[in-house]
């Protein structure tokens, strides 16, 4: 890669927005729901816009009216941004218990094998995680979807600075 500055700029960047989020988790998790909602909008725009190339009247009726619910649900958002906040927390909380307890099942059938323990402590995290969130909210709902986004961010930066600097050192391999 030839300009692995880029990415490492790009990953400085990353870190820096992780770090800012963690310090003001409650502006980040108002940002995120926002950029939820704008996300909704726009592939339901894209879902209503594809309906023309769909063949059927039958998959055009479902995609208009997915595409309409995304939308419908991103402008309902952005209309009441701390009601979206509630409802993203709740739906990223039943999603860390429900992946957490699919995770600790499939733990079992790789019983006897190296991987067991790592999926077994990946699928109690993710029970745990769940789990505080569902039992301290709706008072978690306030900065957990930020802090997330703080951890995700620093860590996404991090990968990025590590691949940029692989590249550097390694133009041909990248």
Request: glycine residues 12%; proline residues 3%; without cysteine.
């Amino acid at each position: 890669m030839r300009h692995w500055y880029l990415l490492l700029i790009a990953g400085a960047v990353a870190i820096v927005g992780g770090i800012a989020a963690l310090l003001n988790p409650m502006a980040a998790t108002l940002t995120a729901t926002v950029l939820a909602a704008w996300m909704f909008i726009i592939v339901g725009v894209v879902l209503i816009s594809t309906v023309f190339s769909e063949m059927g009247w039958g998959r055009r009726v479902w995609t208009i009216l997915l595409g309409a619910l995304a939308a419908w649900l991103g402008l309902n958002i952005l209309g009441n941004p701390l009601n979206g906040v509630l409802a993203l927390t709740l739906v990223v909380g039943i999603s860390f218990l429900a992946e957490g307890l699919v995770k600790l099942i499939l733990a079992w059938g790789t019983r006897g094998t190296p991987y067991f323990w790592m999926v077994l402590i990946s699928g109690a995290i993710s029970v745990l995680l769940g789990g505080m969130i569902l039992s301290n909210f709706p008072q978690s709902a306030a900065t957990i979807l930020g802090i997330l986004l703080a951890v995700d961010l620093i860590s996404t930066g991090v990968s990025m600075v590590a691949l940029s600097l692989h590249a550097r050192d390694n133009p041909g391999r990248a």
